[in-house]
């Protein structure tokens, strides 16, 4: 449609084998929005990290927040 996505989440983080496999997740991710994005890592057994429009992030899989 060449229109942008219409989505909740404002950024996707996903850590998978290969850049090119992290790139579709979190672009499915992205473009299906909050309700289906953290389905979308789980199902592809990924982690990574949602950041939805309203600030609010959320960690999926294997991700450890390390304060530096």
Known sequence: TQR???S???QVTV???SAELAEVIAKSALVLGGR???G???RSR???VL???DGVFELVGD???VDA
């Open 8 to 10: 909740d989440v404002e």
């Open 63 to 65: 991700v450890e927040v």
């Open 15 to 17: 850590f998978a084998p």
């Open 36 to 38: 289906e994005a953290r």
């Open 4 to 6: 942008p996505a219409c």
């Open 46 to 48: 990924a982690s990574g």
């Open 40 to 42: 979308v890592l789980e």
């Open 51 to 53: 950041v939805r429009r």
